[in-house]
């Protein structure tokens, strides 16, 4: 089992930044590709990032975040990170951190741990 606790959710200004961790206790962090999946007010949850469990750690992102949101991981802190920029209001939403073995993918039912979530509220 993997636990998954996110944090470093705020409010920010449109065009501001926020840096989200998942922090992740249990089974062997470096086995799992990990991802961030938000999901806005009255929405459904989305994927925008993953980051794979080894090979030079290979990411990938949702066409509409690419240039503005960074995932990284740090498996000496079992930690992973979405580094936000040049936040817009539409971004708001809580971001979910979720968890698979293997390689990354964009779906929600691959994914076999998801943490709480932490809040991310972009102001106009």
């Known amino acids: 089992q993997v636990q998954l606790v996110e944090s470093g959710g705020g409010l920010v200004q449109t065009g501001g930044s926020l840096r989200l961790s998942c922090a992740a206790s249990g089974r062997t962090f470096s086995n799992y590709a990990v991802h961030w999946f938000p999901q806005a007010p009255g929405k459904e949850r989305e994927f925008v990032a993953g980051?794979?469990?080894?090979?030079?750690?290979?990411?990938k992102y949702a066409h509409f975040v690419k240039g503005r949101f960074t995932i990284s991981r740090d498996n000496s802190k079992n930690t992973a990170y979405l580094q936000l920029n040049n936040l817009k209001p539409e971004d708001t939403g809580v971001y979910y951190c979720a968890a698979k073995v293997g390689t990354a993918t964009i779906y929600m039912r691959d994914m076999a741990y998801w943490g709480k979530g932490t809040l991310v509220t972009v102001s106009s």
């Open positions: 980051i794979n469990n080894g090979s030079g750690f290979m990411k």
